[in-house]
């Protein structure tokens, strides 16, 4: 049985400054590496010795001395640069570009966390979108009149529902601000009361193993007049539904609910029931 693994090491390079070669530090394969400092080919052949001279694009540069053989190409841009300078002698910041100009690594790690944190943003905003989609709520009804429509079971129910979300503020944690919030999640103990005057009718299909519900409802808030026209299906089991709920307004606002509740059987026409539900955009 295996429990370890022996790493093959192919080759292996330590430099000064400007790219030249440690003594006894460096080593590689027989058939050679072609590749060295900042990953740009090696030409040993000019100095007879291994990695003194570097290939870049557009010009080689001597490794021992830090310059290159060949003028800037762009020298006309950069007049207060020596014509010969590797990476504008700074060599512990950036790297050299192509043999053109020195290149910030500081600018590129910038632009790389810039690229993680949009990311983590986008990723963000998508669990917001989701977790403030879901709340909980509580509905107290009191049966007011009743009676059968063609088979279907119609009530009429005063209703007072306390609802309660979860926000998430996930986006604004992946960004930067002096006033980050204490956690990416927190409770909306603000909640919301509801008083509801709903009329529905529901016909029901027994299954064996649970009982199919469809109600066609209508209910008007007491305190702003505004009304719903709702159906609903849910999968019935004792005191148990999943239900899925499409409804539109007075106002032509539709929306879409799906989730999970449970009722007391009714004392003296009331019921409690208790819920959470997440909403479909």
Do not use: W
Not at 130 to 146: K, Q
Not at 147 to 154: F, I, K, R
Not at 244 to 267: I, L, M, R, Y
Request: proline share 3%; hydrophobic share 30%.
């Amino acid at each position: 049985m295996m429990n370890y693994y022996s790493v093959d090491t192919l080759t292996y390079s330590d430099y000064y400054p400007f790219g030249m070669l440690m003594p006894n530090r460096h080593g590689s394969p027989a058939d050679g590496y072609r590749y060295g400092f900042q990953n740009q080919e090696k030409d040993d052949e000019i100095y007879n010795s291994e990695g003194t001279y570097i290939n870049y694009k557009y010009r080689g540069a001597d490794t021992r001395i830090g310059r290159f053989f060949a003028v800037d190409p762009l020298f006309k841009d950069y007049p207060h640069n020596s014509v010969y300078a590797f990476s504008e002698n700074r060599v512990l910041d950036g790297i050299e570009l192509e043999g053109l100009e020195f290149h910030s690594v500081q600018n590129s790690m910038a632009y790389m966390t810039r690229g993680f944190q949009q990311y983590f943003q986008g990723v963000g905003k998508s669990i917001d979108d989701g977790i403030n989609a879901i709340s909980t709520y509580l509905t107290v009804s009191e049966d007011i009149g009743g009676g059968t429509v063609n088979g279907a079971t119609g009530t009429t129910t005063a209703n007072t529902t306390y609802s309660f979300g979860l926000s998430s503020t996930f986006e604004n944690f992946f960004t930067e601000s002096n006033n980050k919030p204490l956690g990416p999640i927190r409770l909306n103990a603000e909640g919301n009361i509801d008083n509801t005057i709903v009329t529905s009718y529901t016909t029901t299909v027994k299954a064996k193993v649970v009982d199919v519900n469809t109600t066609v409802s209508n209910s008007t808030n007491t305190s702003t007049g505004e009304s719903k026209n709702s159906v609903t299906v849910a999968a019935k089991k004792g005191p148990v539904s999943v239900y899925v709920k499409q409804s539109v307004t007075s106002q032509g606002k539709s929306s879409t609910d799906v989730g999970v509740k449970a009722s007391t059987p009714k004392v003296g026409g009331i019921k409690i029931t208790v819920g959470v539900k997440a909403k479909i955009k």
